[in-house]
Nanobody, 125 residues
Framework: QVHLVESGGGLVQAEGSLRLSCAASGRTFSISTMGWFRQAPGKEREFLAAIMWTGGSTHYTDSVRGRFTISRDNAKNTGYLQMNTLKPEDTAVYYC??????????????????WGQGTQVTVSS
């Protein structure tokens, strides 16, 4: 089992930036993919980005491509989500997630095996 802890959320003005971190512990050698999702009030949880733990290839949803950047530091067992040019509609709880799988759709919640507790991001206009 992998334990994930997010940090870095908070309140920011529109057009501002935040960097979220996701610290992994436990069976980190099993991680194949780390992803980020978010859930706004009254909405379904949505995929944002994913990164392959080995190789570093990335995937993004269209609404954040060019504004958000996913990365990871394997030595620190930590993933990051750099968020720039934030908009009020980016307000949500952001979740880090990790998968042990080697095949499947990284954009689907069912691909992932472990989830963090979430961190609130609020963007004011």
């Amino acid at each position: 089992q992998v334990h994930l802890v997010e940090s870095g959320g908070g309140l920011v003005q529109a057009e501002g930036s935040l960097r979220l971190s996701c610290a992994a512990s436990g069976r980190t050698f099993s991680i194949s993919t780390m992803g980020w999702f978010r859930q706004a009030p009254g909405k379904e949880r949505e995929f944002l980005a994913a990164i392959m733990w080995t190789g570093g290839s990335t995937h993004y949803t269209d609404s954040v491509r060019g504004r958000f950047t996913i990365s990871r530091d394997n030595a620190k067992n930590t993933g990051y989500l750099q968020m720039n040019t934030l908009k009020p509609e980016d307000t949500a709880v952001y979740y880090c997630t990790a998968s042990y799988r080697t095949r499947g759709n990284v954009r689907q919640q069912t691909y992932y095996d472990s989830w963090g507790q979430g961190t609130q991001v609020t963007v004011s206009s």
